[in-house]
């Protein structure tokens, strides 16, 4: 079985990430990843910079574990600020699409007061699964 996106019949289409995916296989869980570097320092305080930081954090890990972005069956994004992330989705969309592609998990997006990281704008989690038949 591969991953397979979810649509229930009559519904509209989302944008920007699916409502559910069916897996099986190998399972491979990222941590919250914030919009710093590798030796852990931000180089931007902007919102849209830091997500494409955390975008590229979570590539990374995964590609660590032997698995891509088209493996991620769901993403969970935590934001500081809800009007700033609305206010830069296209630069968003533009990192997301650049550093995941063309692939949309189940996918949500919570507003918090704050992260631990005190800089942090945004951390994004996910579950990646890779099919018992990949190479």
């Known amino acids: 079985m591969t991953n397979q996106t979810v649509l229930p019949k009559g519904w509209r ?24 570097n590798a030796e852990g320092v931000f180089v931007s305080d902007n919102l849209a910079e830091q997500t ?19 493996h991620i069956v769901r993403m969970t994004w935590y934001v500081t600020d809800k009007s700033a992330y609305l206010t830069s989705l296209k630069e968003i969309g533009i990192a997301y699409r650049a550093i ?16 631990i990281e005190d800089r942090a704008k945004v951390e994004i989690e996910c579950t990646a699964v890779v099919p018992d038949n990949h190479d």
Request: no cysteine; hydrophobic share 50%; proline share 5%.
């Open 13 to 36: 289409r989302p944008k920007g990430y699916s409502n559910a995916v069916a897996a099986q296989g190998r399972q491979v869980y990222v941590a919250g990843q914030v919009g710093w």
């Open 52 to 70: 494409a930081q955390a975008l590229q954090n979570v590539a990374t890990v995964l590609k660590a574990a032997g698995v891509g972005p088209a």
């Open 100 to 115: 995941i592609g063309h692939h949309f998990p189940a996918m949500t997006a919570v507003e918090v007061t704050a992260l």
